[in-house]
Structures are given as C-alpha cells and as structure tokens.
C-alpha cells in the first residue's frame, strides 16, 4: 500500500481512524478501521495515481478487503474516486468487475452490510459492480458519477451526454444513490449509517394493550382516514427511527429508511409516505429492495401501509410486474416482517406491503379488495354500500382474520418492537412454514 496518501480526499483522512493496514495498491488504500467508534473495512481509491483505475492489483486486494470484512463481520466501507478499468491491463483488468461483484455477493449472503461513498468521479466498472449495489450509497455533490464519463461518452458516440447527465445529482433524481451530501455532511451520514447496521441492543418494552373495540361503520372510516388528523407514513418513519438514513427510489410518494426501532435493526417502508399517495412501478421496486436488504442481513422489515392503491396511470411503466415482484419479494424474505395498516389499505398496491409475518391495523385504518370508488363503479352501487359490502372497518379485519391487533395510536413503537421479538423468538424455518400457510390460505371466516 502506498504511503503518499496526500492525494487521498481529505476528508476522508478525517472520517477515518486506522487500526491496521491490510494489502492494498498504489490505488487502493485497504485497513481495517473504526468510524465513530464503529469497526470497519474501508477501501479508497486515490484518483491521483493511474486516474483511480481498477487493475489486476486493484481487484486483488479488493477481495482481500472484502474477505477481512467478511471474515470480522464488520461492515465494508468504500470510498470510491475511479475512471473505471485500467485499460492498458485489457481483460485482465476487466475480469475484476466478476470478481469483485462476487466477493460483494458473499459479502452479503454472510449478512455483512456495504456503504459506499462516490466521491468525484466514479464510473466504470468500479461503480457497475461496487458501488451500484451497496447497502447504503451516498454521492458526493457534484461528482461525476456514472457507466462513462462525459469524454468517452462523446468520443463513442459522437454525441455529448446532456447537460447534468451522469452527476451525483443526475443519480439521486433517478433513485440510483440514496443520499447526495457534501463533504462535510459525509461524516454525520456515514455514522448513522454504521449506527444503524451495528447489532441490536433492543431496549425491553411491554406489549401494548389492546384498545376497545371500534364500533365505527365503514362510511365512517373511509371519513375519519381520510379526513381526521393523524400520522402519516411519513410521520411514522420520523417518529419511530433513530440513526435514520434514506433508502431513496424513484417513486415520489413511496419511502423507506434503515435504522433502529428502540434498539432493533429495522428497515422501515412508507408505502406510501404522503396521505393519499399512489406508488408507481419506483415505489413498489424500492419496497422489493427493502425486502431484499431485511433478507439479506437479518434485520426486521416494518411496513406502514397507508395508499389508496397503486398509481393506475403507470402500467405502461412496468406497474404490474414491479407490483407482483414486490408482494413475493416481501413474502421470501427471510428476516421477520410487519406491516400497520394505519390509513388507507387500497387493493394488491396495499396488499404487496402487508403479506408479512404479524399484520396490525390502526384506529383509522381500512382495507379493501379495491378502494370504494373504484369498487362502486365496478358494482354499480355507491362506495359506501360497495365499503360495507367489503367489509373494510378494523373490527371487519380482525374478526376475519386479515388483521392480528389493532393498534392504538401511540402504541407503533412498543407495538412493533414487541411484533418483531415475537417473531424472532420463532426458529427461521418454522417462521416461514407459518408465513406460507398464512398466505397460502383462505383467511378463516369466508366473506
């Protein structure tokens, strides 16, 4: 490992305390390390040596790196400023961009989280198979980030890229990276990150108590969802959070955060985060990423359901196939799942967020085969005869079994938490027999 680390981003050299160096290259600067008293792997590249370029040396030790990570349970941190392969080196070079993708790979079945930070630039293969797939990746602002970059896209093509193409902004705007932050703003996101990753230190709750019953009609929660005052997806994903950090897609309306739910690792939906919001093809994708990562690293995933439905002016867009995709990728996770039903609860847009372990509904919560409206139209009756009919109220759900609790407002945290210890006290295998034989099954009482 080169000693000259001057031409390394100082602010990096802040963020970073080294406690033992690992095999690296002129480029690659590998050690084992500590980031707000969290233990680490970080790997930097230094642009000023052969334009930050991934080589034969380069993968080698990037392996070496991720074996570390791997082997410590430490997440892997990288901080990337590349062109991309080392072209003088050919395929040998080019062969890294498998190999380093199949170290990520084993990385993550080993349940080891990755946060990557493209600092200006990062393309090319670096980013392709790095930094494209981390847990948690955070952009520079300003950096030039993408496949290729500005000269070579114009030298093969014949076209320049058009103006802000393949920056951090650029990125951000199509929900490729989940935060753009100066280099000063690196540091907080960074230490939340690795916050949010670091093992459960659960603090013990009391399972809340049940709330009495609802005896409102169907008519009159369609009104009070709608119209009362209440938290929204959104709220909910500020309130019960700490160390937050974004998962940013590209649905306006969807949102979903990593973080600590009174001590536990969670990876928290909003779907959708707004009231009366309508996820698109974006939004049910970054639900299925969420699936993924609680999968993948065992960490709870929390959904809080509150849409309407699923946006219907985007099948176009691939809305079906993104929606269907998300409700099975919810079902195959393996990490314990739960969803709260605390507003709106419109059709399989709904449903694709709440097929999970534990279900609860909240005092202004519904749920319907299809929103009343469009229910009405179908039938031809009004929506509040097409609602009764539908059976949508929270007392409906839980006597017919859809719901297991109703949730008193106040009670998410407590109530989440103790849902999720619930389900982790069940083995892994048995848990996901019980999953499949609930969603397999009709629910108990026939409608």
Request: with cysteine; glycine share 10%; hydrophobic share 45%.
């Amino acid at each position: 490992m080169s000693a000259d680390t001057t031409r390394l981003p100082h602010w990096s050299e802040a963020l970073v305390t080294l406690t033992e160096p690992l095999p690296g290259s002129d480029v690659l600067h590998c050690s084992v390390a500590s980031i707000d008293a969290h233990p680490c792997v970080v790997v930097r590249w230094d642009f000023g040596r052969n334009g930050g370029t991934f080589g034969v040396a380069e993968a080698d030790a990037f392996v070496g790196a991720v074996s570390v990570a791997q082997q410590r349970g430490v997440p892997l941190v990288t901080i990337t400023r590349t062109g991309g392969t080392r072209l003088p080196e050919g395929m040998r070079a080019l062969v890294g961009i498998p190999r380093a993708a199949l170290a990520l790979t084993d990385l993550r079945a080993a349940g080891v989280p990755h946060v990557c930070i493209a600092d200006n630039p990062t393309t090319g293969g670096v980013w392709v198979a790095i930094g494209a797939g981390a847990d948690v990746r955070i952009a520079v602002a300003g950096a030039v980030l993408g496949f290729s970059g500005p000269r070579v896209v114009t030298a093969m093509t014949g076209r320049a890229l058009a103006e802000g193409a393949n920056t951090a902004e650029s990125a951000y705007a199509a929900g490729l990276v989940d935060a753009v932050a100066t280099h000063d703003e690196v540091g907080d996101l960074l230490s939340r990150a690795l916050a949010a990753f670091a093992p459960d230190d659960p603090q013990p709750v009391a399972p809340p108590s049940s709330p009495a019953p609802l005896t409102r009609g169907a008519a009159a929660q369609l009104t009070v969802s709608r119209e009362a005052e209440r938290p929204s997806g959104d709220d909910l994903l500020a309130a019960v959070l700490t160390d937050r950090v974004e998962l940013h897609g590209s649905d306006e309306v969807t949102h979903a955060a990593v973080g600590r739910l009174a001590g536990r690792r969670v990876v928290a939906v909003a779907l959708a985060g707004p009231r009366a919001g309508m996820p698109g093809p974006g939004g049910f994708a970054l639900l299925s990423r969420a699936a993924a990562l609680a999968g993948a690293l065992d960490i709870a995933l929390v959904v809080f359901v509150d849409t309407p439905g699923a946006d219907p002016h985007r099948e176009a867009d691939g809305l079906v196939p993104a929606m269907a995709q998300s409700l099975l990728d919810v079902l195959a996770t393996p990490a314990p799942t739960v969803s709260l039903v605390h507003g709106e609860g419109g059709s399989g847009g709904a449903l694709a967020g709440a097929v999970t372990d534990v279900v609860g509904v909240a005092e202004f919560g519904w749920f319907a085969a299809l929103g009343p409206e469009g229910a009405a139209a179908a039938m031809r009756t009004s929506a509040d005869e097409a609602a009764e009919l539908m059976r949508i109220t929270p007392g409906d759900l839980l006597a017919d079994g859809f719901a297991d609790a109703l949730v008193a407002r106040g009670d998410e945290v407590a109530w989440c938490a103790a849902a999720i210890d619930a389900i982790r006290r069940i083995p892994p295998e048995q848990r996901m027999t019980n999953r499949r034989k609930r969603w397999s099954s009709a629910i108990p009482r026939e409608v």
